[in-house]
């Protein structure tokens, strides 16, 4: 291990120990390194942002286009450049809410712009990609004959997920008082709905526990065990 | 009583420091530990095994630093497989702290390929010398060439990483058109025409199978953008908080594989019969389970008896 690879551990474990330094109380180096991560995480995203949108797909793009056109009389190389400029004039729209308020409410166009197509996107994209498929895949055949050899539980979980989904549905029908019969539905709907918070909760655990896991074994292996072996080769 | 009252009030660091401890000692103390294979990773496993060698499978790395013990060993577990079934990766970010994070995964499984096939190599060319001793010559070059197909895994040959841009959706549907509208240069902007293994790779037609390693959204993003727009095949590889929201998925075949956090990862080592932090790390995470379900039992417990005494009382 070069000495640069150590540096670089012992920076990235007194960053970890120091963020873990909050579980005990808030601390001036917790806040550190806290602010240390946001800073290189918006610079990493400005700098590739710049380099890789704004100048490889705006600016280099744009060049090439009118090149082609000016060289060679492309007329689909003047198209594309020119189609370049909408989106460079939104993008420079954006920024008058900074200006000011008087001109400030230009924003909102590319802000519509982006809500329209973010919403075209979205309802065609949860229309056909979750509601249909997830109605489609709720219909099942609810009894399973466990002498067709097919399996007795599958029936089980079919008659569960349909019971889940119905009741689920209805505790949140709010048009009717739940109610009698539409009562007794709606808490069986929140049986399920607790079902699946816990599960949510049990899955949560499970991930934070997770990178404890990863943090601490960076620790010992990679940071203890790493100087420990750069001193020993020394 | 007393005892009971002070347990139900405990200081939250002393529960920090408890956890500390389960957690630190296994990770010490090597602790053997069965794996029970889920059917979900196995089906992940399968779709990546039964794919035929030259497939391109492609993934998003839509996790960044703060998910990585998790989506990590998942990444570098199904980069591996892919290598050792001669398959070819396309590396996409959504994120773009993400970006250098699956770089690394799949440079380390491509590390760990050349290692492990070094000397198959090395023979290769040393036999090629022997037969071909003019090594400018373009018999030795093709053999060269041949070793290397078969034994090493290289970038732009193997794998290419395309690297990140904004506009998630409208990316994840353009590319069902054309990658090259997106990304006509990789993330060292090298003309993605001049990487052979992107010559043949138009769309989505091109990409045998899609696996999203997220600690978000974006799985439903490519299911319905990628999945239910263009029927591609996707399995997923996502953090624990992300698990319960996929099963509808699985259960609908919108998802043909799910591998669900670091037991996930474990599983996938399993079947692939590596030891990565998946399999290093269970060991703890079981003792850490152990001790929250503890915590949870006694404070109900305590809490019940609290709460009949009061009843009493009153």
Same mark, same amino acid.
């Given at each position: 291990?070069?000495f ?9 474990? !007194?960053?970890?120990?120091a ?14 390194a806290e602010?240390?991560?946001?800073g ?12 890789? !949108?704004?100048? +490889? @797909? ?26 370049? /400029?909408?989106?460079? /004039?939104?993008?420079? +729209?954006?920024? !008058? ?7 400030g409410?230009?924003?909102?166009w590319?802000?519509a712009? !982006? ?12 229309? @056909? ?6 109605? @489609? ?5 609810l ?8 399996? +007795? ?16 549905l209805?505790?949140?029908?709010f048009s009717?008082?739940?109610?009698g019969?539409?009562?007794?539905v709606?808490?069986?709907?929140i /049986? ?6 816990g ?6 655990v ?7 896991i ?9 940071? /203890? ?10 | ?7 139900? &009030? ?15 000692? %296994?990770i ?6 069965e #794996?029970? *294979? ?21 993934l ?5 630093a #703060? ?11 199904v ?20 970006? %250098?994070?699956?770089?690394a ?22 036999q ?5 001793p ?14 290397? =197909? ?15 841009? %904004?506009?998630?959706?409208?990316i994840m ?17 090298t003309?993605?025409?001049?990487? %052979?293994?992107?010559?043949? *790779?138009? &769309? ?12 978000g ?7 319905q ?7 591609q095949?996707?399995?997923?590889? =996502? ?23 670091l ?11 590596r ?26 417990i305590?809490?019940f ?7 009493r009382?009153?």
């Amino acid at each position: 291990m070069s000495f640069a690879n150590l540096l670089g551990l012992w920076v990235a474990a !007194t960053l970890t120990i120091a963020i873990l330094s909050f579980l005990y109380r808030d601390n001036p180096l917790y806040k550190f390194a806290e602010h240390v991560y946001v800073g290189v995480s918006a610079a990493y995203f400005i700098i590739y942002s710049a380099k890789f !949108t704004m100048e +490889l @797909q705006l600016i280099n793009e744009f060049k090439s286009n009118l090149e082609a056109y000016l060289q060679q009389g492309s007329t689909s190389g003047l198209v594309e450049a020119l189609l370049l /400029i909408i989106p460079t /004039i939104l993008g420079i +729209l954006m920024l !008058t809410r900074w200006v000011g308020p008087k001109i400030g409410w230009i924003s909102r166009w590319p802000i519509a712009f !982006t809500i329209g197509l973010g919403a075209g996107l979205g309802i065609t994209g949860g229309i @056909q990609g979750v509601l249909l498929p997830q109605v @489609q895949a709720t219909i099942e055949p609810l009894w399973v004959s466990p002498f067709s050899g097919a399996n +007795l539980w599958a029936a089980v979980g079919s008659l569960l997920m349909i019971l889940g989904v119905v009741s689920t549905l209805i505790y949140f029908y709010f048009s009717r008082p739940h109610r009698g019969f539409i009562g007794v539905v709606s808490r069986i709907g929140i /049986i399920f709905i607790m079902v699946s918070f816990g599960a949510a909760f049990g899955a949560t655990v499970m991930a934070r526990v997770s990178l404890l896991i990863g943090r601490l074994y960076f620790l010992v292996n990679e940071w /203890i065990g790493g100087t420990i072996d750069f001193i020993q080769a020394l | 009583m007393k005892f009971i009252r002070w347990v139900t &009030n405990i200081d939250r660091r002393i529960i920090f420091l408890l956890m500390f401890v389960v957690v630190l000692v %296994p990770i010490l103390i090597d602790i053997p530990l069965e #794996t029970d *294979v889920g059917p979900t990773v196995e089906a992940a496993y399968t779709a990546v095994d039964t794919l035929p060698p030259g497939s391109v499978i492609m993934l998003s790395v839509d996790y960044d630093a #703060t998910s990585y013990p998790e989506c990590h060993p998942m990444i570098v577990a199904v980069s591996n497989h892919a290598f050792s079934k001669g398959l070819r990766i396309i590396l996409v970010a959504h994120i773009p702290t993400g970006l %250098p994070l699956g770089q690394a995964a799949v440079e380390e499984a491509a590390f760990e390929y050349n290692k492990l096939h070094k000397q198959e190599y090395d023979a290769a060319i040393k036999q090629a010398i022997t037969t071909y001793p003019d090594t400018s010559s373009v018999e030795f070059r093709q053999v060269r060439e041949d070793a290397a =197909v078969k034994y090493k895994k290289r970038y732009g040959v193997d794998y290419v990483n395309l690297g990140f841009r %904004p506009g998630l959706a409208s990316i994840m549907v353009g590319m069902g058109r054309e990658i090259r509208d997106f990304y006509a240069q990789d993330y060292k902007s090298t003309d993605v025409d001049s990487l %052979p293994m992107m010559k043949r *790779v138009h &769309n989505y037609e091109d990409i045998a199978l899609l696996a999203s390693f997220a600690h978000g959204k974006q799985v439903e993003y490519w299911i319905q953008y990628a999945g239910a727009r263009y029927g591609q095949k996707i399995i997923a590889g =996502v953090t624990g908080v992300v698990i319960p929201d996929l099963y509808p998925f699985l259960q609908s075949k919108q998802l043909s594989g799910l591998i669900g956090g670091l037991k996930g990862a474990n599983e996938y080592e399993f079947l692939l019969g590596r030891k990565g932090l998946g399999t290093k790390g269970m060991p703890a995470q079981s003792t850490a389970h152990i001790l929250v379900i503890f915590l949870i039992v006694l404070g109900t417990i305590f809490e019940f008896i609290l709460s009949i005494l009061s009843r009493r009382k009153s």
